[in-house]
Every structure is written in C-alpha cells, then in structure tokens.
C-alpha cells in the first residue's frame, strides 16, 4: 500500500508540473542552472570513471582471452560492446544518482523544512513547474550527452591501456572497433540513458519536494532517494534488455 501511495503522489506532483508558467523567462533560467549544476558539475566524475572502466575492461578481456586461436581485434570487440551496452550508460547513471540525486533531494528537502517553497506557493508561482520540471528537462537534456562522452572516453581508455601494458597495438585496437559493429547498440545505449536520466531525477524529486521533518528527514529522504534510484535504475535496464535485445 505504501508503494501504490507513494506512485499516486508521484503522479498528482506530475501532473502539476505541466501547468502554464507564470513567467517563461523565470523558468528557462532555472532550466539553465539546472543543466550546469546536472550536467557541468558531473563532468569530472564521468570522466575518471569512463577512462577507468575503459581501462579495465581491456586488462581483463585480455587476461581471459589466452587461447592463441583468438585474434588480438576480438579484445577491442568486446571492450567496445561493453561499454557501449553496459559499462557507459548504466554504470555512469548509478554514479550519478549518487551524485545528481542527493543533490536535487537534499536541496528540495531542504527548501521544503525552511518553508521556501511554501513562501514560494504563497506569490502564487507553481512549485512543482519551477523547481522540479526544470530539473527533469536539464536531466534528460545533459544526461545523455554525459553518457555519449562517456562510451567515446571508455573506448579511448580501453585503447591507452592496451597499448600501455604492451597487450595490443594500436593499429590492431582500431581494427577491431570497426569489426561487427552494430549502430543499433548506440542507439539501444541512448535510449537507456533517457530512461535513466529521467529516473535519476524525477525519483530524488520527488522525496525531497514531499520530505517532512528536520534535518535528521533531509538526510533519511536523500538516503532513500538513492536508494530506490538505483533500483528502479537497474530494473529499468533489465526490461529494456529484455524488451530491445
């Protein structure tokens, strides 16, 4: 039941989000700080992550690939599809509802106890239009982008660490990148990271817009916002696997 409540108030806060602004200048300059907080302000840790995870990826392909029979190009193959499938989109999106989600949940939490908001309601300006749409539209514009330089930096880091360690040239990796590939994984990755920059922000959203209490609710409501943030985020990609694959 408290499932099914908790989705309820999430469609009525929705619903309320799509009324007409009360002034459409006010509200593109929150979508703009939006987009730098969200997108901007997680650039760095994409980066260290993609080149890492790139990285890695390649170490390990080529530690289980020992048979002599497998061509070296069949290493930068799988780094390459995993990343693009896997690593890029769903691993940065779990980062980011730690980084992005607490951010937006402690910051609505925050507005919500000091009684902004309810000042806010009172001039007669839409919360919900104000605060929280211009933060789901800069998710879902920024995220993807994020996610785009993060399968180009994962491939570049799988291909500095191969030929760091000595494990494949240069030359080789880049044969291989062009091998079999699929366009169709890139845009399968895309979608993905819609679906999942609309969780990352939507959800921490919502239980900050709606925390009640003090600070001790602030922390408790950031905490459950990740929480369940990343959960729907990986059930979401096993049915986008499941449906798309």
Not at 147 to 165: F, K, S
């Amino acid at each position: 039941m408290k499932i099914l409540k908790e989705f309820g108030a999430f469609i009525k806060m929705a619903g309320g989000m799509f009324r007409k602004p009360e002034n459409p200048k006010m509200y593109w300059k929150q979508f703009m700080l939006q987009c730098n907080d969200i997108g901007i302000g997680s650039l760095g840790i994409i980066c260290i992550i993609s080149v890492f995870i790139g990285a890695v990826s390649t170490l390990q392909t080529a530690y289980q690939l020992v048979s002599p029979i497998i061509p070296k190009t069949t290493i930068a193959q799988i780094v390459r599809d995993t990343v693009i499938l896997e690593f890029a989109p769903t691993l940065s999106c779990i980062v980011l509802c730690g980084v992005v989600g607490s951010k937006i949940a402690s910051e609505l939490g925050n507005m919500r106890v000091s009684e902004q908001i309810d000042a806010l309601e009172i001039m007669g300006i839409n919360t919900k239009g104000y605060l929280v749409l211009p933060k789901i539209l800069a998710g879902l514009v920024t995220i993807p982008l994020l996610i785009m330089l993060a399968m180009v930096l994962g491939i570049w880091g799988g291909r500095l660490a191969g030929t760091a360690a000595g494990i494949i040239d240069p030359s080789i990796f880049d044969t291989g990148l062009v091998m079999a590939f699929k366009a169709y994984n890139v845009y399968f990755a895309l979608i993905k990271s819609f679906v999942f920059a609309f969780i990352i922000t939507a959800v921490p959203a919502f239980y900050g817009y709606n925390v009640k209490g003090g600070a001790l609710e602030i922390g408790h409501s950031s905490t459950r916002a990740v929480v369940v943030s990343c959960v729907l985020l990986l059930l979401a990609d096993y049915i986008l696997s499941a449906l798309l694959l």
